[in-house]
């Protein structure tokens, strides 16, 4: 297992700061993907919101 450098844990503390100062939901889900990009090696990722009408599902991607 990878353990954290100090700028890792840097880029954290602004993926953080990033959840809970950007007023648009589905930009910070945006920005959060492209950041996690800096912590983690990924080649592609999803963020999806659960279904909430009462039909299980997954809804409304960010890619």
Not at 14 to 32: A, G, Q, S
Not at 39 to 63: H, W
């Amino acid at each position: 297992m990878k353990q954290l450098e100090t700028n890792d844990w840097l880029v954290l503390n602004n993926i953080i700061y990033k959840i809970y100062t950007t007023e648009d939901f589905d930009i910070m889900r945006h920005v959060l993907l492209e950041q996690l990009k800096m912590v983690l090696d990924f080649d592609s990722a999803d963020f999806f919101l659960a279904n909430r009408d009462g039909i299980p599902g997954l809804v409304n991607p960010v890619t």
